[in-house]
């Protein structure tokens, strides 16, 4: 078991060698298009990248959520094949969103020797999940 400050450490030196090893500026927050992000998470158990929808209006998240349901397909075909489309997706403080994601289990960001493997798999996953949501931005947010 690690501390919070000892954990906090950890956190800071993957995510420092994540930016060394694959030094890149991705879109993530600055998507244009307002409670729709891309996302890196990594814990303990499992590695995701995601586009998160979460408005607090459930209309407007239906909303997204639908057009990203109707490119499922594409998505699948074209970019990534393993994309689970989650409506409801609870986050660790008990917010729910929706979230499309790809994850890697069986990582932790405890373990430096699964980190090698975590960042091939952010950097694939978000380069593709990147480019698909460029492609279609403008039909997602029409």
Same mark, same amino acid.
Not at 27 to 55: C, M, R
Not at 61 to 68: A, I, L, N, Q
Not at 85 to 105: A, M, P, V
Not at 111 to 132: A, C, G, P, S, V
């Given at each position: ?33 307002? #409670?729709?992000?891309?996302?890196f998470t990594f814990t303990t158990k499992k590695a995701q990248v ?20 109707s490119l499922k397909t594409i998505l699948t075909t074209e970019y ?14 008990g917010k729910i969103i929706s979230r499309l994601y790809t994850e ?22 978000? #380069? ?15």
């Amino acid at each position: 078991m690690f501390s919070k400050e000892e954990s906090k450490k950890i956190r800071q030196e993957f995510w420092t060698s994540f930016g060394k090893d694959y030094p890149r500026k991705w879109l993530l927050y600055n998507t244009k298009i307002k #409670d729709v992000t891309l996302k890196f998470t990594f814990t303990t158990k499992k590695a995701q990248v995601s586009i998160d929808i979460e408005p607090n209006d459930e209309v407007i998240k239906g909303y997204y959520f639908d057009k990203f349901v109707s490119l499922k397909t594409i998505l699948t075909t074209e970019y990534l094949q393993e994309v689970i489309y989650d409506q409801y997706y609870e986050l660790e403080n008990g917010k729910i969103i929706s979230r499309l994601y790809t994850e890697l289990e069986g990582v932790s960001i405890h373990n430096k020797n699964t980190w090698q493997e975590t960042m091939d798999f952010l950097y694939e996953q978000m #380069d593709k999940l990147e480019l698909f949501f460029l492609e279609y931005k403008d039909y997602i947010d029409d």
